[in-house]
């Protein structure tokens, strides 16, 4: 009998806030969408940052919001309502609005697991028609993350190269993989150092992620002004073969897609 291929669901997650995580969620979708895959974007942070990159204007439609409460509420769901397309980097995606900040507590109202709201609406057979499903992460450990974690197939955790930021990822790492207790390290879960700089600081931290992580760790993002102009201006990097940033979330890409599930 022939396997139905699955898409592989990437959450790509931190508590800390401002590490990347979106303008990771956003160059690596558009990766994968350059090397062919079909890709959806879920935006589950109430913050709409993912959301406004991909030039959302209100349609009146349902957004991520309402897709959660539909599932928690067991109403029959018309998929094709949910997606989106962007024209411009070829992804389909559920957006977000900040009516989502009300999400958990519907999370809360699940009456058969309030963990696997998200496995059960990503499991559902519409969605095999995507290769990948990434989910971008609002920073905080709050239910959403629970059960983006929990659906996902791999974790991928954005860690700033910078001592601030880096404190406690050891503690935050624990409290994902005990979300997770069947991850295979290094397979299932990657650490993928982002806005690295050319400064001591910043190598000591690389050097630390490494120490700690070491077969988890994905080849490091640099840190880069055209990062900025390109959230200004709605733009990935992918795009630009000049661009060493472009260059290293290609890089990742590559990786993931010789994790993709096969069967
Ligand atoms: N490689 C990079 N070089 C320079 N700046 C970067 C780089 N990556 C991200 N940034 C900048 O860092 C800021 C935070 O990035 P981003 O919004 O992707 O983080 P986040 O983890 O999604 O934040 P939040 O937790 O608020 O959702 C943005 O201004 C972004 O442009
Ligand atoms: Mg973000």
């Known amino acids: 009998m022939e396997q139905i291929k699955k898409p592989t669901i990437i959450c790509i997650a931190n508590e800390k806030g401002g590490v990347a995580k979106t303008t990771s969620a956003i160059n690596i979708a558009a990766g994968l969408s350059l090397r062919g895959k079909k890709v959806l974007?879920?935006?589950?942070?109430?913050?709409?940052?993912?959301?406004?990159?991909?030039?959302?204007?209100?349609?009146?439609?349902p957004t991520i919001a309402e897709l959660i409460y539909q599932t928690v509420a067991q109403f029959p769901i018309n998929h094709d309502d949910f997606?989106?397309?962007?024209?411009?980097?070829?992804?389909?995606?559920?957006?977000a609005t900040p009516m989502l900040a009300g999400a958990v507590t519907t999370l809360h109202a699940d009456q058969t697991d309030e963990t696997t709201v998200f496995t059960r609406i990503f499991s559902d057979n519409y969605f095999v028609k995507y290769d990948f499903i990434i989910i971008d992460?609002?920073?905080?450990?709050?239910l959403r993350i629970t059960n983006a974690v929990i659906c996902s197939d791999i974790l991928l955790i954005t860690v700033q190269a910078d001592p601030i930021p880096y404190q406690g990822t050891d503690k935050m790492l624990k409290t994902l993989l005990r979300m997770k207790p069947t991850a295979n390290i290094g397979e299932d879960v990657l650490?993928?150092?982002?806005?690295?700089?050319?400064?001591?600081?910043?190598?000591a931290v690389l050097e630390a992620i490494h120490t700690s992580y070491g077969s988890m760790v994905l080849p490091a993002i640099?840190?880069?002004?055209?990062?900025?102009?390109?959230?200004?201006?709605?733009?990935?990097l992918v795009k630009?073969?000049?661009d060493d940033v472009?260059?290293?979330y290609m890089n990742v890409v590559d990786v993931l897609i010789g994790g993709e599930h096969n069967g």
Not at 53 to 58: G, I
Not at 137 to 142: A, E, T, Y
Not at 194 to 201: P, S
Not at 222 to 236: L, Y
């Open 222 to 236: 640099p840190f880069r002004a055209s990062v900025k102009n390109s959230s200004a201006e709605k733009t990935v």
């Open 240 to 242: 630009r073969r000049s």
């Open 137 to 142: 992460c609002c920073p905080s450990l709050d």
């Open 246 to 248: 472009g260059r290293a």
């Open 41 to 61: 974007l879920i935006d589950i942070d109430s913050q709409t940052h993912l959301t406004n990159w991909l030039d959302f204007t209100f349609d009146g439609k």
């Open 83 to 95: 997606i989106r397309h962007n024209e411009k980097l070829n992804l389909d995606y559920i957006p």
């Open 191 to 203: 650490i993928l150092p982002t806005m690295a700089m050319n400064i001591q600081v910043s190598k």
